[in-house]
């Protein structure tokens, strides 16, 4: 792995990572569906214009179509959607680190559904990131954290899980941004009746809103996805999959930094625990694909 490539998976994990801190601003001042609902409807309509702009084209395989419908409903709309709705009352470090049990949950998931090879390494990987997962939460739920909030992000983070697995296989045929595009826009039709049926439009217009929603719309929205498409093809996904080791931990320090949020010293123990199992998970699939 080059130095590029190194610094091009750091980049996305803390560009990841930051994504939940930024939400908990703009729920702080916004309804969380509306505010999702209009980022991906800005988002899209950004991503479909560069897209075009590119020479990428609107012409999808049926594979694609499906990727567009399966994970705009999947990671847009649930995932993310009951992210938001959580983050309400849950901290952006408590809800960053159950997003990054999203490759044990698929792991599980392709050995449950597929018979995906695990290993002896895949399976200590598992146990132990699960563990420390399980840690997070026991001292969040302890401290006084919202268990349905807690219950919101675990039905999320399993919803993309699914979704990774329904279209893994399916190429982007070289339209990553179009296709990006419109799992956005999908995103914003499915949630959009959800906000006006659940929600008023109330919304306290501050410097903070401004900023955290533009950053959330071009950096996780746009970049991210532009860095880890990039990152896919110069690495592999497998190798790519890696970097996700680190975000845990980033998701914690940003949250402290710009929260000012408290980190426990189990949360550490427990991020710690998570990183190792997530990092022995990609291992193992790594030596499954031959390295």
């Not at 214009?49 to 990671?75: D, E, K, M, Y």
Request: charged share 10%; net charge positive.
């Amino acid at each position: 792995m080059d130095l590029r490539a190194v610094g091009m998976g750091l980049s996305f994990a803390l560009i990841w990572a930051s994504a939940f801190t930024s939400a908990r601003m703009i729920v702080a001042d916004a309804p969380p569906l509306y505010a999702l609902s209009a980022r991906f409807a800005l988002s899209g309509v950004i991503a479909i214009l560069w897209a075009l702009w590119l020479g990428q084209s609107w012409r999808l395989s049926r594979a694609q179509w499906i990727a567009v419908v399966i994970f705009g409903l999947c990671q847009n709309a649930v995932y993310l959607g009951l992210f938001f709705v959580a983050m309400q009352t849950l901290e952006a470090s408590a809800a960053s680190i159950i997003a990054s049990a999203m490759p044990l949950i698929a792991a599980a998931l392709g050995f449950l559904a597929f018979g995906d090879r695990v290993g002896a390494l895949g399976w200590a990987g598992l146990a132990t990131g699960f563990v420390g997962v399980a840690i997070i939460m026991g001292a969040r739920l302890s401290g006084g954290a919202d268990p349905v909030a807690l219950l919101l992000c675990l039905i999320g983070v399993s919803a993309l899980a699914v979704a990774t697995l329904a279209v893994r296989g399916t190429g982007s045929g070289g339209n990553v941004l179009m296709i990006v595009g419109l799992q956005m826009l999908v995103g914003a039709a499915a949630l959009a009746p959800f906000a006006i049926a659940f929600e008023q439009p109330q919304i306290t217009l501050t410097p903070r809103l401004i900023l955290a929603f533009a950053y959330t719309t071009m950096a996780p929205g746009l970049l991210a996805t532009v860095i880890w498409f990039s990152l896919v093809n110069r690495i592999g996904a497998v190798k790519a999959a890696s970097f996700h080791f680190l975000n845990p931990v980033f998701g914690l320090l940003i949250a402290a930094a710009l929260l000012g949020e408290r980190i426990s010293l189990t949360d550490w123990l427990g991020v710690g625990v998570v990183m190792l199992g997530i990092l022995a998970v990609q291992r193992a699939r790594q030596a499954g694909a031959g390295g």
